[in-house]
């Protein structure tokens, strides 16, 4: 019944910046924390980013320091802005539950499309 739909994704140059946006709808019964994921060829999706309802959050190594995961829990949205792109980070972003152990749910959304390339 939680339904995530992410927006954003682009083609964008090495060393480039965007910023990605995940609305949640749908039944949610309480704050959770809530992360990007993403999905490249030929790899496992992978969670890049958390965040918990306060604000604390969380980064996978290779992201550190060029993303930031942010949230509006009024507006039920999470972003992810990310800076310093590289073309390793070409993947399907996708929005979702999950951090601190934190299972994503299912059905997962479309996600959204980065495509680093120069």
């Known amino acids: 019944q939680v339904r995530f739909v992410e927006s954003g994704g682009d083609l964008v140059q090495p060393g480039g910046s965007l910023s990605l946006s995940c609305l949640v709808s749908?039944?949610?019964?309480?704050?959770?924390?809530l992360a990007w994921y993403r999905q490249s060829p030929g790899k496992q999706r992978e969670l890049v980013a958390a965040i918990r309802s306060g604000g604390t959050s969380w980064y996978e190594h290779f992201v550190k320091g060029r993303f930031i995961i942010s949230r509006d829990n009024l507006k039920n949205m999470v972003f992810l802005q990310m800076n310093s792109l590289e073309i390793e980070d070409t993947a399907i972003y996708y929005c979702n539950r999950g951090g601190w152990s934190a299972p994503p749910f299912a059905p997962w959304g479309q996600g959204t499309r980065v495509t680093v390339s120069s």
């Open positions: 749908g039944s949610i019964f309480g704050m959770y924390p």
